[in-house]
């Protein structure tokens, strides 16, 4: 049984060079890569994607920071996907991450921490659909 996640490689990350090293770690732990893309959020898209964040007093920092520059979302598939991506990316904060993880690795503090992922398959299909269209993920490639 397969299972989707959505993983983005963050602004930060992305700015600092790390892209191809992170997405190897995610091929290397056995995902597949079902869509990619790079896009520059704007804010509205951004407050939409952490809606579920609205009334967090990091809310307004994580949009300005998810604004800042452009960011790769990538959708995902793997048998237990979402549980296995985390397992892949650590803990939100990178001093609790375990060592190895791409948290541990790339991240600078609990904002810039490089990457995302999803935290339920229920979430993981809504931010899926945040970026990519139906046309965009109805094939069957798999790199
Ligand atoms: P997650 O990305 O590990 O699922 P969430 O709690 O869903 O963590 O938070 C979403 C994002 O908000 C984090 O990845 C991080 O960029 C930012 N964030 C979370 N907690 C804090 C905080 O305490 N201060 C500043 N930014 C935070
Ligand atoms: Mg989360």
Do not use: C, W
């Given at each position: ?6 993983a ?11 892209t191809g090293?992170?997405?190897a770690m995610i ?21 939409g ?10 809310f307004?920092?994580?949009?300005t920071?998810?604004?800042s520059g452009?960011c790769?979302?990538?959708a995902?598939e ?7 991506y985390r397992?892949?990316?650590?803990a939100?904060?990178?001093k609790k ?6 948290r541990?690795?790339f ?7 490089a990457?995302?992922g999803?935290d ?18 109805l094939?069957?490639?798999s790199?």
């Open positions: 049984m397969s299972n989707k996640t959505l983005i490689i963050k602004p930060d990350a992305v700015q600092k060079g790390y090293k992170i997405i091929i290397n732990a056995g995902f597949k890569i079902k869509a990619m893309k790079m896009t520059h959020l704007t804010k509205s898209s951004a407050e994607f952490y809606a579920i964040h609205r009334e967090r007093p990091f307004n920092d994580l949009v920071y998810m604004t452009p790769i979302p990538i995902l793997r048998e237990n996907a979402v549980e296995e397992k892949l990316i650590g939100t904060d990178p991450a375990a060592e190895g993880t791409v541990k690795l991240a600078v503090d609990i904002q810039l921490n990457v995302h999803s339920s398959d229920e979430n993981a299909e809504k931010e899926i659909a945040h970026f990519f269209s139906k046309d965009e993920l094939n069957n490639y790199a």
